[in-house]
């Protein structure tokens, strides 16, 4: 049985004193961190990696900062093999990384020791622009062995923090999603990996011909943009994990990049840096385009450049309605309202060619009737052409209401493509609406719909009203009862349609949407009193 008669007092007050002396020495250990008003960068000591990187600024589903580490912990990690052993025996070797230099800004990060015979530093510089870093890796291989080559990688992922959504419908996939980004001489690409068009991978191997390469996600992205030439001359490669049962639609968000590092005969480079400007935050306009390299391209990238600029325009001109107003939603609403006023010559002619239409084509009708009894095929048609032709009228007069529509489809793929990717959209609320960036999730239904989702949306059953009204005051003539029934029936089609293709799409867009069509019923009935 156990005693305690060696536990003395002096025993126990060195093992006292010992407690004391490795508090005091992890207090006066200065913190692997650096941060400022827009990052905040905690590092993993034990392998050199970015276990946070935060954004204090913004908030995550969880109501915490956003940490783009998360959940992995293991951003910017080092992998491979040096003088033929791997990198984490090295790591464990010399008891894992150490502080070199820490500052304000800036902080170094050094695996080196006596048993190693090498050293590599890894040098994080925060910048004022907002997000941006600027990052060194330095590598010293003197003493290593002659013309013995290694492979190093440096890992950007696994994923940026993103989650995937739940109960937002049949939309669900333009709300939450992490994808592989790159540029090249030929332009933006974007590419969701999954384990089917790419079982084994991404793998570019134009050194020298990518100007940078990153993840990103509906707001978010992290972008890496070599500086010096030895950081140009990488490769890499993008690849997502092994999915496990169940889980193959989501690999996609921990997509990782490897940039394969361009190691030299040790013989004649001993010393190798590979120096890196790193954008990592918000795809905010006015922070991608703050400094060089400028990222403006990430926004709307898949668009062609005509589509492209006049998104630029429109998020231009509703950051400028809002600064004035100071709500997103009333942005919105005025800009409809704009976009009505700068149509409404077209869509004023349009509506008297309509009128005079219908009342011609109400005229003519017995003539039509007679024809349709009488006649078949293309006599029928002939006929029916030069009736129009005596009374001076195309028999395309009645679609010109289509113009007004038409004009507006490009404004409303940029406003989607708009709300889709706008940052400063990301927590816009308007009324009951928590975000216009999403759909208006009025209540929770409790269960999730195929196709609908979790919640009932009303904006898209406003939208489907007043589209429905808007077809409904056409002046168009029926020519029959059967007619006019078919007219019924194909305009209850349409309402159905539309309400099921918007019910999942962002608030914002519907909410536009439904303000043009009041404006288009309003002119209506003006018209119509007329």
């Not at 156990?2 to 407690?19: A, G, I, M, S, Y």
């Not at 038409?406 to 400063?424: A, D, K, M």
């Not at 029959?480 to 029934?485: D, G, P």
Request: with cysteine; glycine share 8%; net charge neutral.
């Amino acid at each position: 049985m156990p005693t305690l008669k060696n536990h003395t007092p002096r025993n126990w007050l060195c093992w006292l004193l010992l407690l004391l002396i490795q508090v005091a020495y992890a207090a006066d250990k200065p913190p692997a961190e650096i941060s400022n008003a827009n990052l905040y960068l905690d590092f993993d000591l034990s392998s050199g990696t970015v276990q946070h990187w935060s954004l204090p600024q913004l908030h995550g589903a969880s109501g915490h900062a956003q940490d783009m580490a998360a959940p992995k912990g293991q951003l910017f990690s080092l992998s491979g093999e040096i003088d033929g052993k791997p990198l984490s025996d090295w790591q464990q070797l010399a008891g894992g990384w150490k502080i070199i230099e820490r500052q304000n800004n800036t902080i170094v990060l050094g695996l080196e020791s006596p048993e190693l015979p090498f050293t590599i530093r890894k040098t994080w510089h925060l910048q004022e622009n907002r997000w941006r870093v600027d990052f060194t890796l330095d590598l010293d291989l003197k003493k290593l062995k002659k013309d013995q080559l290694d492979h190093l990688a440096l890992q950007v992922g696994p994923g940026i923090g993103e989650t995937p959504a739940t109960g937002l419908g049949m939309g669900q996939s333009i709300y939450s999603f992490t994808e592989l980004v790159y540029s090249n001489p030929q332009g933006i690409t974007t590419l969701r990996l999954n384990n089917t068009d790419a079982p084994d991978g991404y793998v570019y191997s134009e050194a020298d011909q990518w100007n940078w390469v990153g993840l990103q996600s509906r707001y978010l992205a992290l972008i890496m943009a070599p500086i010096n030439d030895s950081a140009k001359r990488a490769t890499w490669q993008a690849s997502i994990p092994r999915p496990l049962p169940g889980e193959a639609e989501h690999t996609s968000f921990e997509t990782s990049i490897n940039i394969i590092l361009p190691t030299e005969k040790l013989g004649d480079t001993p010393l190798q840096s590979y120096q890196w400007s790193v954008f990592g935050g918000g795809k905010s306009y006015t922070a991608l385009v703050a400094q060089a390299p400028d990222l403006g391209g990430l926004l709307f990238s898949g668009l062609w450049d005509w589509m492209r600029w006049l998104s630029l325009g429109i998020m231009h001109l509703l950051h400028f309605i809002q600064q004035v107003v100071g709500s997103w939603g009333i942005a919105i609403i005025l800009l409809a309202v704009l976009v009505r006023l700068a149509v409404y010559p077209i869509a004023k002619n349009a509506i008297l060619a309509q009128k005079k239409f219908a009342a011609i084509q109400a005229r003519i009708q017995p003539e039509l009737q007679e024809i349709r009894k009488n006649f078949k095929g293309g006599e029928q048609s002939e006929l029916i052409l030069q009736l129009y032709e005596r009374h001076q009228v195309s028999p395309l007069a009645g679609l010109k209401p289509l113009l007004i529509i038409l004009i507006q489809i490009p404004i409303f793929i940029s406003l989607y493509h708009l709300l889709g990717q706008t940052f400063e959209l990301r927590d816009a609320a308007f009324l009951w609406i928590k975000t216009l960036a999403e759909p208006d999730q009025l209540f929770s239904l409790g269960i999730d719909l195929p196709f609908f989702g979790a919640y009932f949306n009303l904006l898209p059953v406003l939208m489907t009203l007043t589209t429905i009204l808007s077809i409904k005051l056409n002046p168009t003539a029926s020519p029959n009862e059967k007619s006019s029934l078919r007219q019924g029936l194909t305009t209850c089609l349409m309402g159905l349609v539309f309400f099921v293709l918007f019910y999942s799409f962002p608030s914002g867009m519907v909410l536009y949407w439904t303000v043009a069509n009041f404006l288009q019923v309003v002119h209506q009935k003006i018209a119509k009193a007329a």
